[in-house]
C-alpha cells in the first residue's frame, strides 16, 4: 500500500472513531434522559397514589382531630415529613388551636395562642391568606419561625417548612404545615400536591360543621 492509501486508512479510522465517539456520547444522553423520565413517572405514580389515597380515606363529616391524623398517616412518609401540624382558627375567640402536631417521631401536645399576637409562621400564613414557603433554617428564623420546646431541647430544628391555609377567605379556617430536614425540600410540583391535600381538608372540615372544626 502507497503512503496514499495509508493515509486515506488512517483518515477513514479516524472518522469512523470520531463517529462511534458520537454515538457513544447521544446513548449516554439518551440513557440519562431516559432516567431522568423514569424518575419523574415514579413521582408522578407517587403522588397520584397519595392523592388517592386521601380522597379514599378523608372523609366529610369528621372531626379536625380525626381528619388531620387521617392525612398524616397517608403523607408523612410519601412526602419525607420531619414535622407536621395542623391548626385550627378560632377568629370570634382569637384562638389558634393545634389539633395534631407530630415532631419527633411522635404527637406532641402544643398549646394553643393568640392570632391577634401574630407570633410565627402560622400566624403570617393566616394574615396574608396564602402558602408560605421557607426553604432554609435561616429565612425561617429571618421569618419569625418558633422553635418548639423539643426543638430548643434535641436542636432538631426543620430547614424547610410549608404552610397552607384552609380556605382562601377573609378568615381560613386553619392550616396545615409540611415540614422536612432537608434545605429547600419542596419543589414545586411536591408543594402542589400538599396544596391539593389542605384543598381536602378544607373541604372535609367545611362539611364538619363549625362546631368539630374548632
Request: charged share 25%; proline share 3%.
Amino acid at each position: 500500500m502507497g503512503l496514499l492509501g495509508s493515509r486515506k486508512q488512517d483518515e477513514a479510522l479516524a472518522e469512523r472513531d470520531e463517529r462511534l465517539r458520537k454515538l457513544e456520547a447521544e446513548c449516554r444522553a439518551s440513557q440519562t434522559r431516559l432516567e431522568d423520565t423514569k424518575e419523574l413517572v415514579r413521582h408522578l405514580d407517587q403522588d397520584r397514589d397519595l392523592l388517592l389515597c386521601a380522597l379514599e380515606r378523608m372523609r366529610p363529616g369528621e372531626s379536625a382531630e380525626t381528619l388531620a391524623q387521617i392525612l398524616l398517616d397517608v403523607s408523612f412518609k410519601p412526602l419525607g415529613l420531619a414535622c407536621f401540624y395542623v391548626a385550627v382558627a378560632d377568629w370570634e375567640q382569637d384562638q389558634l388551636r393545634f389539633v395534631l402536631y407530630h415532631e419527633g417521631g411522635r404527637a406532641r401536645n402544643h398549646p394553643s395562642r393568640l392570632l391577634s399576637d401574630r407570633a410565627g409562621l402560622s400566624e403570617r400564613v393566616l394574615s396574608g391568606r396564602r402558602s408560605v414557603y421557607i426553604r432554609t433554617m435561616d429565612e425561617g428564623h429571618a421569618a419569625g419561625s418558633l422553635l418548639t420546646a423539643a426543638e430548643q431541647t434535641t436542636g432538631l430544628i426543620p430547614h424547610s417548612w410549608y404552610g397552607v391555609p384552609l380556605g382562601r377567605g377573609a378568615r381560613p379556617a386553619g392550616l396545615v404545615s409540611f415540614q422536612s430536614f432537608q434545605t429547600d425540600a419542596f419543589s414545586e410540583g411536591r408543594r402542589r400536591v400538599m396544596d391539593a391535600l389542605a384543598a381536602l381538608l378544607t373541604t372535609c372540615l367545611g362539611a364538619s360543621g363549625p362546631t368539630q372544626a374548632r
